[in-house]
């Protein structure tokens, strides 16, 4: 079964700690995306990868094709940052309808940066 | 530029009870439309797609249809709500194209009472 496991479950941090969390999972896939989850609820999409390494503001993903596996990195994290992170991927495989297309996500990773 | 709206934001509904959910796609034309729906504790699950008018696939048998009445229109619903239905329902648009962004509702917290 094609699964995505994300570590840690929960990560509480100190105002302005280098944050990472971690994504893994077990096929190939032709796109990863990282999403944002509010408390109220709302999904954001911070990032959709394919290779290497992207950036926008305080916030990093990379990504390694070969050991499939990605990291979120947040740089002086704030408490603005307070958010479940999730990973989601896209596998790899023949267009057989939508269903290709579909994504599938991780549990997510319970960030809390405290002042 | 693209869009995507969905509502309510949150919702309390009794069991037995109807459930209408949702989503429209502003920007593009004939999008590959998503529910998902996270349990308590678990990832998001994929429920129904539709790849366009009165096309749709389940991915899971539940208690819940969808419906794509229209082309930007994707509606999830339940004729009778089961307290199992409690969860949060999400909407995406995912394009065709490879390597090309995933676009997300607000999503519907649910609690059937």
């Known amino acids: 079964k094609n699964e995505v496991e994300q570590s840690p479950q929960n990560l509480t941090a100190q105002e302005g700690e280098f944050i990472t969390i971690n994504c893994s999972y077990s096929?190939?896939?032709?796109?990863l995306h990282w999403l944002q989850q509010h408390p109220g609820g709302g999904i954001v999409s911070l990032f959709m990868?394919?290779?290497g390494k992207k950036k926008h503001g305080r916030l990093i993903a990379t990504i390694n094709i070969q050991e499939k596996h990605s990291s979120l990195h947040i740089t002086a994290s704030h408490p603005r940052d307070s958010a479940v992170y999730i990973c989601?991927?896209?596998?790899?495989?023949?267009?057989?309808?939508?269903?290709?297309?579909?994504?599938?996500f991780g549990k997510g990773t319970k960030l809390s940066v405290i002042p | 530029s693209q869009t995507i709206h969905q509502w309510p934001a949150t919702l309390v509904q009794p069991v037995g009870s109807p459930l209408s959910l949702e989503c429209t796609v502003e920007?593009?034309?004939?999008?590959?439309l998503y529910w998902y729906r996270q349990a308590a504790g678990r990832g998001l699950q994929l429920l129904f797609y539709?790849?366009?008018?009165?096309?749709i696939s389940s991915e899971v048998p539940q208690n819940l249809s969808a419906s794509r009445p229209q082309d930007r229109q994707f509606i999830l619903s339940s004729k009778k709500l089961l307290l199992s239905d409690s969860g949060f329902y999400l909407c995406?648009?995912?394009?065709?194209?490879?390597?090309?962004?995933?676009?997300f509702g607000q999503g519907t917290r649910l609690t059937v009472v």
């Open positions: 989601a991927v896209r596998w790899r495989g023949a267009y057989s309808g939508a269903g290709s297309y579909q994504l599938t």
């Open positions: 990868l394919s290779s």
């Open positions: 995406a648009w995912i394009s065709g194209l490879l390597n090309t962004e995933a676009f």
């Open positions: 539709s790849v366009g008018i009165g096309q």
């Open positions: 096929v190939g896939i032709s796109a």
């Open positions: 920007g593009t034309s004939n999008p590959n």
